[in-house]
């Protein structure tokens, strides 16, 4: 009788991602998570030719966390990019490892066939509900005469106010935020 296997793909999978979380992609080596999984190396390479290949699956896994997060985010501004922009600082805020690899540390996923094709910003944004989509819509039925460039300028803003929690330079509180995001909406609209 052939003995049972005890270490599953999704428990390596689900260790290497909380890894990540915790400790960002370069801290998952195979020796960790062997130790974080309960393992040996040798299951995590029974199941992943290389490492390459498993930060890939990492990858993918976060690209789906962040948009279970994003559609998961309670709605509560008026203004057009208002709720983008609260959802995308929040996770910022809360998930810094994942949105470094999202969307700040391009490279940290090295290059390789065993890679999966990295989503590009604006397609993580908007998935297939067409987030972006909605909200330049929104802007351009509240009167905006250029809603693709207020997207752009929106951007820039709240990208920048994202990238300045990783820093520990955003104190800002939800409200505060929120009211900053709807002021920038006017101000640009102006």
């Not at 400790?23 to 195979?30: E, F, I, P, R």
């Not at 199941?47 to 994003?70: D, H, I, P, Q, W």
């Not at 709240?158 to 002021?183: F, P, Q, R, V, W």
Request: aromatic letters at 12%.
């Amino acid at each position: 009788m052939a003995r049972k296997e005890s270490i599953t793909v999704d428990m390596i999978l689900n260790a290497a991602f909380e890894m990540t979380r915790r400790d960002g992609l370069s801290g998952v080596t195979a020796r960790r998570l062997a130790q974080e999984a309960g393992c040996s190396t040798q299951p995590i390479f029974r199941v992943y030719k290389n490492m390459a290949e498993l930060s890939g699956a990492v990858y993918a896994r976060a690209v789906e966390y962040f948009r279970t997060y994003y559609a998961e985010f309670p709605r509560t501004g008026t203004s057009p990019f208002a709720n983008l922009g609260m959802a995308y600082i929040a996770f910022a805020r809360k998930e810094k490892n994942l949105f470094k690899l999202l969307f700040v540390d391009t490279g940290a996923l090295g290059e390789g066939e065993d890679l999966p094709e990295r989503v590009s910003m604006y397609e993580l944004l908007n998935g297939a509900e067409g987030n972006v989509v909605f909200e330049i819509n929104l802007a351009k039925s509240q009167g905006c005469k250029d809603p693709g460039g207020m997207f752009m300028k929106m951007w820039i803003f709240i990208h920048g106010a994202a990238c300045m929690t990783l820093s520990g330079d955003y104190d800002l509180t939800d409200e505060e935020t929120m009211n900053l995001l709807e002021k920038a909406y006017q101000s640009f609209n102006a």
